[in-house]
């Protein structure tokens, strides 16, 4: 067992008392009710401080949360505002809302998204994922784009379950959507942090509107962290860990018609730092409670976040930028919209992979640690060319009764370039093997959906997508020149797949009062074809066949008592045929994909507002995921360190992996926050706390009582002074400082990567 300090379980009591419940709210204790997302979410707040309309746009128009019959959660601008002040990437979304986790092995630039347990472990930079990211109505397909930094967005939401009708495409789990504050909207503000680490956190925006028919907006970010773990085998303190990420979107519309509405958009991002950390031999054998370095250099005694033993050069690079331009073309009776986008990618990225310093076992090792090192592992993985294409043409009615429709196709392009090295030493840049990928990707899709609300209260909809998807894949090791293996070079080796598929959705809700709503849906969803082309250590392209899910939903979404309490619950299963799995390493180091027969899920999710008194907010999420691999016969190689296995070995070094939950699911995730906001001279103080809690996961395909981690729990606390202006305030982040394994590497020894340090600072914010 993971040992849990007792201020965490006293944290935990603490705001407990606080609130029971949690979801998009509070834009009233951080003083951002003048943001666009707080006017989104609180459009219609009763005067006496009840929960307002939120408004979504998650069936392609914007509509009430309530009267859609879909699992949909937002994410605030105020909780967004909280989690960036200690310096969080994308990840800090994780657990936010019902059913979603987010982790990463790279760090701040490839984050790993799962919805009810549906997602992708894979690590390579060409790694299919089943929930996709649609950021201001363009599809981000490869995990370099989708760490793209969250600010100045009007709302973020997730939409729970196959979105495959109306959105992109890979999209059988769901999708996390961001939309930005648009030319025209929202106040120009500004906001810097400063906490523990020299952590730094600025953001801002500004905009100019001349008139109804010309409106610029330009808003950046700037995160910052300094170096802050000590490698012990370097002279002086303070050598890893640190970054400076930069991000710029600016956005012009222009209205030359009453009824016609160009936008054009730009957007870039510069990211220099560190890989991610990787801790050797971070688990105790025999149980996963982490283990820090003693004095002698060994693993063993307690653990310090701050602290580590590595060898290798270590950096990661990262630039994307895109151009996109939309068009809106009111006819009357629809509007017809079209979106087209470009985006380019370069990465570099080399780290320390065995986790430590030196080695141990066999004529190449001088010695290391911490603990037992079989080998040294210097590898770097590079992105020197991603471009992706996207155009979407689209006609939707404007009508909001009676037949509504959507129709519409899209186009999609994608080429990618990988290149991976295997160095001779932990400081060398001599490689002793080259592997490299050359993907390109192309998809088409054709969609409709109609609805039709009875005035009975009745609303049914239902749409299809035809998908086309094909992929080509040359792979190649032209240099390999190790004492061992594999120990040769590999020709080019070409692999093609492709499919076609239908999917489509069904669903009703049914309104049994003006507060109270119930709803059903039943959707097909679907993930292309997958190819996996890694030959750093492998001789073959790996490939995987298309997944297709069956979803089964429904729910109840109601306003109570007086409009002072907002309750949304739904309950689904789902059936996944074939799904995509990756097995990750093992003793034969080899990262494969494989096709599961049957995945089989259940749970239900809820999340609640609540206003039972003026200045007084309350909200709170929990989901229940249980996830299942129904796959007779399917096994996949156990860890390369020494392990405990506790699932059957069915030959040697293999284990099944038929009745296993999905790596990376947790059973039970909560959320909940709680804010007061009291008047005192022309402004207000005001107290906001948030905390994120997730049971038990394992890392991996099979399980092993090393490469799991039985609970998370990271809070957050703010207290300020605002105005109608001006904004100060202290804050923390992970403040019971909860000391987590996040992930693992199943490779040479047993090698973790671990949580957020606990952050403390202050902040100052203007708003004009």
């Known amino acids: 067992m993971r040992r849990t300090s007792q201020t965490s379980l006293i944290a935990l009591a603490t705001a407990s008392a606080f609130a029971l419940f949690a979801t998009p709210a509070f834009a009233q204790a951080t003083g951002d009710t003048d943001t666009p997302a707080a006017d989104a ?10 929960v307002g309309e939120i408004v979504v746009t998650a069936t392609r128009r914007s509509e009430n ?30 657990g936010r809302v019902p059913s979603l986790n987010i982790e990463s092995s790279y760090g701040r630039t490839f984050p790993r998204f799962y919805i009810r347990g549906l997602g992708n472990t894979d690590f390579d930079l060409n790694a299919s994922q089943p929930v996709s990211l649609v950021y201001d109505d363009v599809v981000l397909e490869n995990p370099i784009l989708k760490g793209f930094p969250a600010f ?129 031999n971070l688990f105790a054998t025999g149980s996963n409670d982490l283990v820090g370095i003693d004095e002698n250099g060994d693993a063993g005694g307690k653990f310090h976040r701050d602290e580590v033993r590595a060898d290798g050069i270590n950096f990661q690079h990262l630039k994307t930028w895109n151009a996109a331009g939309t068009i809106e073309y009111d006819l009357g009776p629809a509007t017809i919209y079209s979106v087209t986008s470009y985006w380019n990618g370069e990465l570099t990225s080399r780290g320390d992979i065995d986790g430590g310093f030196g080695c141990n076992v066999g004529p190449f090792c001088p010695g290391g640690g911490p603990g037992t090192i079989p080998f040294s592992a210097h590898t770097q993985d590079n992105v020197p060319s991603l471009d992706q294409f996207t155009q979407e043409l689209r006609i939707a009615s404007n009508n909001s009764t009676g037949l509504g429709y959507q129709a519409g196709i899209f186009y999609f392009d994608e080429d990618l370039d990988i290149e991976s090295f295997d ?160 097995a990750v390493g093992g003793a034969s180091n080899f990262t494969t994909l494989l096709n599961a027969d049957h995945v089989k899920g259940h749970g239900v999710e809820a999340e609640l507002e609540a206003r039972p008194a003026t200045g007084l907010t309350l909200t709170a999420g929990v989901s229940y995921n249980y996830t299942k691999i129904d796959s007779p016969g399917l096994g996949v190689a156990i860890c390369g360190a020494p392990c405990t296995v506790t699932d059957p070995i069915i030959a040697p070094g293999i284990a099944s992996i038929d009745g296993n939950s999905l790596p990376q699911a947790p059973k039970w995730t909560l959320n909940w926050t709680a804010g007061y906001e009291h008047p005192v001279g022309p402004g207000s103080v005001y107290v906001f706390t948030d905390w994120y809690y997730r049971s038990k996961v394992d890392f991996f395909l099979y399980k092993s009582v090393e490469f799991s981690d039985d609970h998370l729990l990271e809070g957050g ?41 606990r952050i403390f600072g202050i902040e100052a914010g203007i708003k004009f």
């Open 717 to 757: 606390l703010r207290i300020g002074y605002k105005t109608d202006r001006y904004d100060i305030a202290a804050f923390a982040r992970n403040i019971n400082n909860d000391k987590s394994a996040v992930s693992g590497i199943d490779f040479n020894n047993l090698t973790g990567m671990v949580n957020e340090p």
């Open 65 to 94: 949360l309530q009267d859609i019959p879909l699992s949909v959660a937002t994410i605030g601008d105020e909780t967004l505002a909280a989690i960036n002040t200690g310096g969080a990437d994308i990840r800090g979304l994780s």
């Open 423 to 582: 160095f001779t030493g932990p400081q060398s840049t001599t490689v002793w093997a080259i592997a490299t990928q050359r993907q390109e990707s192309k998809a088409l899709g054709i969609f409709g959906s109609v609805n039709y609300k009875f005035e009975n209260g009745l609303t049914v909809q239902a749409g299809a997508r035809y998908n086309h998807d094909k992929r080509k894949m040359v792979a190649a090791r032209p240099l390999d020149t190790r004492p061992f293996f594999p120990g040769f070079p590999v020709d080019p080796v070409e692999e093609k797949v492709s499919a076609s598929v239908l999917t489509w959705d069904l669903s009703a809700i049914y309104e049994l009062n003006q507060d109270v709503n119930v709803f059903a849906r039943v959707a097909k969803g679907y993930r292309a074809p997958s190819l996996q082309g890694r030959l750093l250590f492998g001789s073959e392209i790996s490939v995987a066949d298309p997944e297709k899910t069956m979803s089964y939903e429904a729910g109840l979404k109601s306003i109570l008592l007086d409009r002072l309490l907002r309750l949304n619950v739904t309950a689904y299963y789902f059936d996944t045929k074939d799904l995509q799995l990756t």
């Open 41 to 50: 979410t609180q459009a219609a707040a009763e005067p006496t401080g009840g």
């Open 152 to 280: 100045d967005v009007d709302r973020i939401e997730v939409l729970r379950g196959p979105q495959g009708t109306l959105f992109g495409r890979n999209t059988p789990a769901g999708i996390v959507k961001f939309d930005s504050v648009k030319p025209g909207q929202g106040r120009n503000y500004a906001r810097i942090s400063w906490g523990s680490y020299n952590t730094i956190n600025a953001e801002g925006a500004v905009g100019y509107q001349s008139s109804d028919e010309f409106a610029v907006r330009l808003s950046g970010l700037w995160q910052h962290r300094s170096d802050w773990i000590d490698n012990l085998d370097e002279p002086g303190d303070n050598d890893l860990e640190g970054y400076n990420d930069r991000a710029l979107r600016g956005q012009i519309m222009w209205k030359p018609a009453e009824d016609l509405t160009l936008r054009l958009s730009g957007q870039y991002r510069n990211m220099d730092g560190n890989a991610r950390i990787f801790r050797a």
